[in-house]
């Protein structure tokens, strides 16, 4: 009776602890399984914003006090308080958006009579000023904060003439003939601006004036002063006869180039770098068919290298200069099209420092279009008809300001990442400055109005070819040494070998990846030939391993059997001794030697007539790198170094898992195969592998993900360069990599930020399909093994 209760206590304190530990182990898979949905939803919540597209809302609407139908040209300051107004007559009014009222006016032209105004592009514009005189003043608006509390700030405007308050004459007086007829008639001729263009970085201004027949240069260079601080202006005129009648005058950024278009679509360029400026391109913007549409905006986009051009049809095209080849002069060329509004184009107005734009149409209808992504991040109707309206962007573009028949209206715009579509993605990309659409990633540099790339392409296909190197390394060594291990191995061997592999795993990789970059690098630029000469005396070392089948076999008993291991590896290790020590002298019998000389005789070649290319090549990298070699570029932190390096991280998880796979067959089965007459190779191949297979998949998948997901290795060992090339002898970005350089300087909430958070979500989601391929394949071969 004791004993019946005291093994019934027994069984109740064995359920109870079985109890708990069924409780902890769901307990705690449950708890991974949130985690994992928690990182999931997080990186989701980052990522959703850049697919969502630009919202505004209207903030405050207020009536012009002045001519309602004077003002031509709009600007909006940082802060958001003011408008600037600029009108035909040159007159500016600083219009404060909070309570509807001119704030200060200025007007720069009061004495003369303005006749054409242009503007810069970017966040603080120069307007131009032609005037009826036959010159041109430059007027730039400035703006100052002043904190009047804690919270509360006041913009204060004022204006400033950056080359002094009085005109700039570029034409001559005019002559005065008498034209022979009774009287004093005079023949005057027309000195009047009718239309100016201007553009400048810190060190020069370029002014362009049409007068009469004739386009007038004005090129202005900065100097500063000897003993002070102040800065002078000074420059030269020059003119270009004129065979076009132009409607828009664009001078780019660099102020090399001058582009007359008229409305019927053609253009004329102009080389203005030079001290003789020369036409050196003419076109149509139009193309076939043009006759049937007519241009009626052309504008300067961020940075001043892209002309948009939109058209009373509706048509809206991108334009910039290429080459067709590396010798051939640029041509202005059409690198896309934004296809084609509801209505005709009235008015393009871009933004400040991004390839945005708003085109206003002749219904009234805004179309907030991205250049480099091709997208359409916005529509609505802001006019009642676009011919009589004026925009002006923010330039953090978080506002605009809309004028209409004398009604201000000022809105909030939430348009933050306009950048990021399908296209701008995943496909080729024709950016400004390219002769081609490209693959590129470039998520940041020194000038605001810099073109960002944001490709995903180079980032995926780089940890996809980091990832099949390491496995192309990996994979053999770490599935035959497992499979040696656990079948062939003597079981005192197996005790050292296995600890010590697995040991190898919490090696940390920053510390592989700064032997590889520092050390494994140089070492296989300087012994190309030996890496590419290994394999093959493996395949000799192999070949030479087989005599040992000719021993007596009183002489192999010496050697326990499976423990064969420990005559191979000095073997081994003598034989990339060899190979490397070999190397050097045939990359001098192959490059400086006898075969360099005959492959030189054979072609007919004389020393004296060889390029310096040839003469340069004097081992297997050169040859590699070099025209008269295979002439592919060569890069010291290359695909071979993250092979190796990634493979030697990778190599211990698909070793372990792989042994311990092969080992748990059941020795029944190795007996039967025995049994009936299979040799103990025919055994592993035919039986002990297939049964194995499924944990030799998963360990490879595991592998593969670990080599996926690795960092540390690719940051300081393959170059981290984000291209689009398979190339053995070329590095790579991986989206980790990336995430690990890009994300100290990512502005958070900025399209870089959450693009970065993209490439974590893209891992999360490569990882997650290879390890459900990886559970699916298994169970399927577990199935179908299992009857063995």
């Known amino acids: ?421 399908y296209s701008a993605l995943w496909q080729k990309v024709w950016y400004e400055g390219y002769d081609a659409p490209e693959y590129i990633w470039q998520s940041s540099s020194a000038s605001n109005d810099f073109e960002a790339k944001f490709s995903f392409a180079p980032l995926v296909f780089g940890t996809i070819k980091a990832a099949f190197y390491a496995m192309l390394f990996a994979v053999p060594i770490a599935v035959l040494a497992g499979a040696y291990t656990a079948y062939f191995m003597t079981p005192g061997l197996r005790k050292v070998v296995k600890p010590t592999v697995e040991i190898m795993a919490a090696l940390p990789t920053v510390i592989l990846g700064f032997l590889a970059g520092l050390l494994l690098a140089p070492f296989i630029e300087n012994n190309l030939l030996g890496i590419f000469l290994l394999p093959l005396m493996m395949i000799l070392f192999t070949v030479l391993v087989s005599l040992w089948k000719i021993v007596p076999n009183n002489k192999l008993n010496i050697i326990p059997e499976g423990a064969e291991i420990v005559i191979l590896i000095p073997i081994l290790m003598v034989t990339i001794a060899l190979t490397f020590y070999l190397s050097h002298h045939l990359d001098v019998w192959l490059f400086e030697g006898p075969l360099r000389n005959l492959f030189i005789s054979n072609a007919g070649l004389e020393h004296e007539t060889l390029t310096g290319e040839m003469l340069n090549i004097h081992s297997m990298r050169d040859w590699v790198s070099h025209a008269y070699g295979l002439n592919i570029d060569f890069n010291m932190r290359n695909s071979i170094i993250i092979g190796i390096a990634m493979g030697i991280a990778v190599i211990p998880n698909i070793f372990s898992i792989t042994e311990d796979a092969i080992f748990s067959v059941p020795k029944s089965l190795t007996s039967g195969s025995l049994a009936l007459g299979a040799t103990p190779w025919q055994t592993m191949v035919k039986v002990v592998i297939l049964t194995a297979s499924p944990g030799i998949f998963s360990a490879i998948m595991i592998g593969l993900g670990r080599a996926i997901g690795e960092t540390m290795i690719v940051l300081m060992a393959a170059g981290n360069t984000p291209i689009m090339d398979f190339n053995i002898f070329e590095g790579m970005r991986t989206l980790a990599a990336n995430i690990a350089v890009e994300m100290p300087e990512a502005e958070r909430g900025s399209t870089h930020f959450r693009l970065l958070f993209l490439s974590g979500f893209t891992l999360f989601i490569l990882t997650f399909i290879f390890n459900t391929l990886s559970e699916v394949i298994s169970h399927r071969l577990r199935k179908k093994y299992s009857s063995m």
């Open 1 to 421: 009776m004791k004993h019946q209760q005291n093994l019934e206590k027994a069984l109740t304190g064995r359920n109870i602890r079985d109890l708990l530990t069924r409780v902890i182990v769901y307990l705690g898979g449950g708890f991974v399984l949130i985690v994992l949905a928690l990182m999931f939803v997080y990186l989701g919540y980052e990522v959703y914003p850049l697919f969502t597209s630009a919202s505004s809302e209207s903030v405050s609407q207020a009536e012009l006090p002045h001519d309602k139908s004077a003002i031509v040209h709009m600007q909006l300051e940082e802060q958001n308080q003011i408008t600037t107004l600029i009108s035909k007559y040159g007159d500016m009014f600083f219009f404060s958006n909070d309570d509807g009222k001119v704030v200060r006016s200025e007007s720069p032209a009061e004495k003369y009579k303005v006749s054409a105004i242009a503007r810069t592009t970017g966040d603080s514009p120069i307007y131009a000023m032609g005037l009826e005189s036959g010159s041109f003043i430059l007027v730039k608006p400035v703006f100052s904060t002043k904190y009047i509390d804690a919270d509360t700030k006041e913009v204060i405007p004022a204006i400033e003439y950056p080359l002094g308050a009085d005109p700039r004459t570029v034409k001559p007086a005019p002559l005065s003939v008498a034209d022979g007829v009774e009287g004093d008639a005079v023949i005057e001729i027309d000195r009047r601006v009718k239309k100016i263009a201007v553009n400048r970085t810190e060190e020069k201004i370029t002014v362009i004036s049409h007068i009469g027949n004739e386009i007038v240069i004005s090129r202005l260079e900065r100097e500063e002063g000897f003993l002070d601080d102040s800065t002078e202006w000074s420059g030269s005129d020059v003119t270009l006869s004129l065979e076009a009648k132009p409607d828009y005058i664009i001078v780019d950024q660099q102020q090399l180039n001058l582009i007359l278009i008229e409305k019927s679509g053609l253009f004329f360029r102009y080389n203005i770098g030079t001290d003789v400026p020369h036409e050196v391109e003419r076109g149509s913007l139009l193309g076939e068919g043009g006759a049937q549409e007519k241009i009626t905006a052309a504008v300067m986009l961020a940075g001043s290298n892209s002309i948009v051009v939109g058209t009373d049809k509706g048509s809206i095209s991108q334009w910039f200069l290429t080459r067709k080849s590396t010798n051939a002069n640029p041509n202005l060329t059409k690198t896309r099209e934004f296809g084609a509004i509801n209505s005709g184009v009235a008015a393009i107005f871009p933004e400040n420092s991004r390839r945005g734009m708003a085109v206003v149409a002749n219904n009234g209808k805004v179309s907030f279009i991205y250049a480099t992504s091709n997208r359409v991040v916005l529509q609505k109707n802001y006019f009642t008809k676009g011919a009589d309206g004026i925009l002006a962007i923010s330039p953090r573009v978080n506002a605009i300001t809309t004028l209409e028949n004398g009604k201000i209206s000022f809105y909030h715009i939430d348009n933050e990442h306009p950048e990021i579509s």
